[in-house]
């Protein structure tokens, strides 16, 4: 399994990122996990347009599915005239509306169903390509997902955006690389249910076992080296800053 950052700024593009979006790709399979503001962009240095074959949308803030609407452009009018067959898009209940309601309900309130084969997201476990996935709900002030992706007996955790929650506690389970938001500073912000700072990623990252600790979402006015050093001062895995066109093999 290859995870790709397309994007990592947290709430907002920085001059460096673009928002929230994963490349998770095995067996020639290309799943995306959120397309943030920017990401559309970004995806094509790393797959072709069309290469995607599946999409999980984390929530439905901006930052996590706003291109999806540009997406959907590309997908619909097609330069060659044609149109793409819809693929599958996994994301909390209302996605449909609410990305439809984003682009102005133009051509029509059913355009977006042409292109996308819309899934509403539960807490669950179901296959997507070659993948076995795990959903739960995480902690934030909107219906919201962490997802596990397996393959080939290695595991991927996201967090996407959440306050501390055992959810993703168990989520995060021995996972080879968990991709962590750590959008708040330790001592700084303390928003419950809201988002992590670098020192509850790295207290969920040692309570879960996991391996590896990547941590993402830091918005361009958060100084990322304070929260990887508090990461660092609670978790003794390998702790690193998420960057965009940095690739790991899982
Ligand atoms: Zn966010
Ligand atoms: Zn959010």
Redesign the pocket.
């Known amino acids: 399994m290859k995870l790709t950052v397309v994007g990592c700024s947290g709430?907002f593009p920085s001059a460096e990122s673009a928002c929230s979006s994963y490349l998770v790709e095995a067996d020639g399979f290309r799943l995306l996990l959120d397309m943030g503001n920017g990401a559309l962009g970004e995806l094509q240095r790393h797959c072709g347009l069309y290469d995607l074959d599946a999409i999980f949308l984390?929530?439905l803030?901006a930052?996590?599915c706003i291109d999806m609407c540009a997406y959907f452009v590309a997908r619909y009018y097609r330069h060659d005239g044609g149109r793409c067959d819809p693929i599958p898009v996994y994301g909390p209940e209302g996605t449909e509306h609410r990305l439809t309601t984003a682009y102005a309900d133009t051509p029509t309130a059913s355009s977006m169903s042409e292109v996308f084969d819309f899934h509403t997201v539960k807490p669950s476990t179901f296959e997507v390509g070659p993948f076995t996935v795990h959903t739960e709900r995480v902690a934030?002030?909107?219906e919201?997902y962490g997802i596990r992706v397996e393959h080939g007996g290695k595991s991927l955790t996201y967090s996407?955006?959440t306050g501390t929650t055992p959810a993703l506690d168990e989520l995060a389970r021995d996972t080879d690389l968990f991709l962590c938001e750590a959008a708040f500073t330790h001592g700084k912000e303390d928003i419950p249910d809201?988002?992590l700072n670098g020192r509850e990623a790295g207290e969920t990252a040692a309570r879960a076992g996991a391996r590896r600790l990547v941590l993402t979402h830091i918005p361009p006015w958060t100084d990322p080296q304070a929260n990887l050093t508090d990461a660092r001062a609670v978790f003794d895995g390998p702790v690193e800053l998420a960057a965009p066109r940095v690739s790991y093999d899982i």
């Open positions: 709430s984390s929530h803030h930052d996590h934030h002030p909107v919201a996407g955006d809201l988002h």
